[in-house]
Structures are given as structure tokens and as C-alpha cells.
């Protein structure tokens, strides 16, 4: 859930990430947390070459963080599931796979 600020209001607005530090989790324990359903991905996705990995923790994340909130954009909007902006993101990730434009070439 997106933590509130400690006056208990709405995060609003965050200029920078460092504005908004109770909105962050460690990648560590991110990727801790998600490890079965990631082992899940990765099998899945060495059994075909026409299936794509997407991994949260790789757009979203940096090499100490995961963040559910970037300046104007809320990412999450529970502990598990994206905004439409957060959704956004790794949609943009999916198109500069390599793996889609062998799809399309197929075609």
C-alpha cells in the first residue's frame, strides 16, 4: 500500500524521489518477496522463445530501490498491483524487447 507522509497526507506531488523516501522499499527485499513468482517467470519463459519476461524490479527499480511513486505518478496502487501509469511503464519495456520484433518479422 502507498505509504502516507508523516502529517498522514497524501503524498501529492514529488519533485524528486528523495521527497518521497517512505514511498521506496529495498530491491533486496522486493526481490526476497517475489522470488517464487520470478523463479515462475523465468521458467516459464526458458521453455519459449515467444515468451517475454517482464520484470517489475527492472523498470522499476534502481540499484537500491524499488519506488511506487515518481514525481506526479503513483505506480502501485496495493502492494501487488500497478496503476495504469505503472502498467504503462513496463508496456514500454515489452516494445523495446528484442524477442517482439523477431515476432513481428515472423508475420
Known amino acids: 500500500m502507498v505509504q ?3 502529517d498522514g497526507k497524501h503524498p501529492g506531488k514529488c519533485i524528486h ?3 518521497c523516501d517512505e ?3 529495498e530491491k533486496q527485499n522486493f526481490l526476497a518477496r517475489t522470488s517464487h513468482a ?3 517467470i523465468t521458467t516459464i519463459s526458458a521453455k519459449s522463445e515467444f515468451v517475454v519476461p517482464l520484470y517489475s524490479h527492472e523498470v522499476l527499480c534502481d540499484q537500491k530501490y524499488c519506488y511506487s511513486y515518481i514525481e506526479d505518478d503513483l505506480l502501485y496502487q496495493s502492494d501487488d498491483h500497478l496503476t495504469p501509469m505503472g502498467g504503462q511503464l513496463l508496456i514500454r ?3 523495446t524487447a528484442p524477442i517482439l520484433n523477431k515476432m513481428l ?3
Open 93 to 95: 519495456k515489452l516494445f
Open 4 to 6: 502516507r507522509k508523516k
Open 105 to 107: 518479422d515472423r508475420q
Open 23 to 25: 514511498l521506496k522499499v
Open 38 to 40: 520470478l523463479d515462475i
Open 17 to 19: 524521489l528523495e521527497a
